[in-house]
């Protein structure tokens, strides 16, 4: 007979399991153990589909798998055993990439650096962000614009699209609905308790709240010229939108999204973060500087990134656990590490890439994830040394990134 050494998958799982069983028995063994095999196998199958490795409790299981065990209760052992041993973690963490040139978000596996994923969502993918949970991804999608074509006439995009929030169930990689938002959305946020969606609709000048669970109207109002950036506060109950435009961040309430201020912010604010100890809010400009807010809406500090590099232009953000800023450059290709605690900016990595806008961090600290939207790239950066340990090709123009950390 074969042995789980040299079978695969859930054959391999049950071959054993037979094996294992006292010999003799074997007559018993469809009355007795076929419940507990029906139910390992769906939960097998089920921790397969979410990615979790096929073989690898296969292979602890390797030097047991000539024996035989008077005791049915080395089936339970062996059988929790390969579930717990197939979990990805810490290999299974994965980031998610939007391609604004396409209609595809590529999930990315940290750990064997590979692209994963190639979720087709219908639209033009921006701003996308996990839910608390992280079971679940929403990713701000927009109309495709008609483009010119070699005679200089419009063409409309080959299949019909819409604007929207695309929710996706991070398990199965599928889209599972899509959710009404205004023209154009850019930006997408998530309340604390991750009930609530805001979505920046930009050519409307608008932002939408809508339930998560799309079972509530959604409701659309005007904020500011060329709405992008958008965070709630850490307690939920106010909402800041950053306008490229208008040199304006709104500051709404959640509950009725009455606005409450609109800040000046010179420079062109494009995207805001709530800092992880709720303390601050944080909004990065066209013009490479890092405006300090708390949340009442006062600017606290106002920190310039560029060193004297007037094509420095801050795009996207993301916090260390350490509270450090990492903020990316756009076209001088850049990610700049600020300490906005102390008002000071710490480094700046150069040459990350060509363009890079969206950026992530890995859910240890670790590692920083740049979105290149000019090479169709992402960077992986070691935080500690600085350096690029590897880059993937992910499509035309990646544009944004959402990761656990």
Known sequence: MRTPARESGWAGVRAFAVGAWPQGSSRQIAPRAGPLLVSAE???????RMGFRRHSGLRMLRPLASRRFDSRA?????????AGCNHRAPGGERLYVSDDRTDLVAGIDLPTVGV?????VGGRPRGL???PDHATLYVALSAAPAEENDEGTLEQPAKPRVDGVAVIDVATAQVVRVLPAGIDPVRVATSPDGRMLFVADQADNSITAVAADGKSRPRTVAVCESPEGIAPTADGRMLFVACVDSDRVAMLDTDQLHMKRRIRVRGGPRSVLTARSGRHIYVATDNGRLAVLTP???IEKMLDLTRDADELRAA???EAPDGHLFVTTGRYGAVVEVDPEGGT?????????????GIGISADGATLVTANGASGDVSLISRQSGKIVRKLNVGMRP???AARG
Do not use: K, N
């Open 296 to 298: 009442d809406g006062r």
């Open 399 to 401: 544009w944004g990134i």
């Open 116 to 120: 994963a994923d190639r979720i087709p």
């Open 129 to 131: 962000v996990l839910s």
């Open 345 to 357: 900016i710490i480094r700046t990595i150069a040459h990350v890439g060509a363009e890079p806008m």
């Open 316 to 318: 996207g953000m993301v």
């Open 74 to 82: 080395f089936l339970f052992s062996a059988l929790f055993l390969l």
């Open 42 to 48: 769906r939960m097998y199958r089920g921790l397969a």
